[in-house]
């Protein structure tokens, strides 16, 4: 369950997951990260992690729907955004239609997990449940510049909720748990309420370009994926954070003097860049 990189110089691959939902009106699901922990400590954050060896095992092929229907590298990367979502907020998302499982099993299975007793993998098998790793859809994959210390290939994707299961949050990774519109969660991190990483700000506003969940999964269907590795360019006298333009963001240009006023790491030098 956690981001912490095995190397400080290749991108370590990871998933993370934006669960929306209409309940009352258009909401993502955020966790905030302990401010204990070495990466984003304290940053509100969609739920998510590193990929574990285990996602990638082929007994998952007789636990999961749409296995023949993508790569293995994708079979692996739905799988722990799976595993993330559930071990960090209690939901088990993604079940087949017909399959379910009961608070009190869940519940235990996940605090077995979080102590180490259990892995997912062993939890879904007991639990006779079938994951369908079609139901998340691609919303956006974000490398970190090799200027930072930490490094991650994140594979953002978004999912609809529609059941009443509890969210809870883990405890020690992750401390709180909310649902929240995106266009609330951006003016908490202008008013400096919320810590909003980078990546995380403009994929929140990419969100709340949508107004509902329905419209938020079509156009994300819709959207063509290109990997996004931010870089810093010169522009007169300033030096600014921004994106390939084809990404789907717009143009960005962000002061790299307004992101180290936020605690973001940045280089010494305009040229340091991805």
């Given at each position: ?27 993502v699901l955020m966790v905030r990260r302990n401010e ?90 007991q639990a006779e449940v079938i994951l369908d790793i ?13 200027f930072m210390p930490k490094r991650f290939d994140t ?120």
């Amino acid at each position: 369950m956690s981001f912490e990189p095995s190397s400080q110089s290749s991108a370590v691959r990871a998933s993370t997951t934006l669960l929306v939902r209409d309940r009352p009106s258009f909401q993502v699901l955020m966790v905030r990260r302990n401010e204990k922990v070495a990466f984003a400590g304290g940053a509100l954050v969609f739920p998510g992690g590193k990929v574990d060896p285990q996602d990638e095992d082929k007994r998952w092929e007789d636990h999961t729907a749409g296995w023949n229907e993508m790569s293995s590298e994708q079979r692996a990367l739905r799988i722990a955004a799976i595993r993330e979502t559930f071990e960090e907020t209690g939901l088990l998302v993604s079940l087949r239609t017909g399959t379910e499982c009961g608070v009190e099993t869940t519940a235990i299975a996940r605090e077995a997990m979080c102590a180490g007793k259990l892995d997912f993998l062993s939890f879904v098998q007991q639990a006779e449940v079938i994951l369908d790793i079609s139901q998340p859809v691609q919303f956006a994959n974000w490398i970190t510049p090799e200027f930072m210390p930490k490094r991650f290939d994140t594979h953002f994707f978004i999912l609809g909720v529609g059941s009443e299961q509890q969210v809870t949050s883990d405890g020690s990774e992750i401390t709180h748990a909310e649902w929240i519109a995106p266009r609330e969660a951006l003016w908490l991190g202008l008013a400096k309420e919320r810590i909003l990483t980078f990546p995380t700000r403009l994929n929140l506003q990419m969100l709340a370009d949508s107004g509902s969940m329905e419209e938020a999964l079509a156009r994300a269907r819709e959207r063509v994926i290109v990997p996004v590795q931010s870089r810093i360019e010169q522009r007169g006298s300033r030096r600014v954070l921004t994106i390939r333009p084809d990404a789907g963001y717009g143009c960005v240009e962000e002061p790299v003097s307004e992101l180290a006023a936020r605690g973001h790491t940045v280089p010494a030098a305009a040229g340091e860049s991805s």
